[in-house]
């Protein structure tokens, strides 16, 4: 589903019953140009669909932890506790924002088969992006040590600028998911903690 326009040509803040809000406009004119220069570029194209493929419910997150997990003990207890807290917090703060925010999609979503790779098409509102809250969740959790911090940031970075390259969300979307998971994981991290 589009954004709809209003008579004077400016994004309907209305769309779907939600209001976007300013604050969203401006990061999405901000940072929007910034990705149109790649879209159409073969080899771009289908390493933002491989990420976004890995980043398809949670399965990125679940490899990362599997590995943490495959020797026993604290280690093992950590990344599976992470994992299923990423997981369930995750998912249920991505369904209500969505369903409270109702914000349609990009106006000129991708055509079906033009990355050569395929993609699932998304099926719910845009705002936040469910994948990238979910990707900046767990890495902010799963991480260890600060080497592991980067890497993880750095992948759930890439799956965040995948959903917008694919044309899946608005720029403010993949910001939104990306401070809702952050302060996600830091909550869970230091619940997990206590325990």
């Known amino acids: 589903m589009s954004d709809a326009l209003s008579v004077s040509g400016a994004p309907d803040e209305t769309v779907l019953g939600a209001r976007t809000g300013p604050l969203l406009e401006v990061v999405d004119a901000r940072l929007g140009g910034a990705f ?92 936040p992006s469910g994948h990238t809250l979910a990707a900046f969740s767990a890495s902010t959790l799963l991480a260890e040590n600060k080497t592991e911090a980067a890497a993880y940031l750095g992948l759930a970075t890439a799956v965040g600028i995948s959903r917008v390259h694919l044309g899946d969300h608005h720029p403010s979307d993949v910001v939104g998911g990306a401070l809702i998971g952050t302060l996600i994981g830091l909550v869970a991290r230091s619940l997990l903690r206590r325990r």
């Open 36 to 127: 149109e220069r790649l879209q159409g570029r073969q080899g771009v194209d289908e390493a933002a669909a491989i990420v976004s493929n890995l980043s398809d419910y949670g399965l990125l997150w679940v490899v990362v932890a599997l590995v943490k997990a495959r020797r026993p003990g604290p280690r093992r207890r950590r990344g599976l506790s992470a994992l299923a807290a990423s997981g369930v917090l995750s998912f249920g703060v991505n369904k209500a924002l969505k369903t409270a925010m109702s914000r349609g999609r990009p106006a000129t979503p991708r055509p079906p088969g033009t990355i050569g790779l395929p993609v699932r098409p998304p099926s719910s509102s845009s705002f």
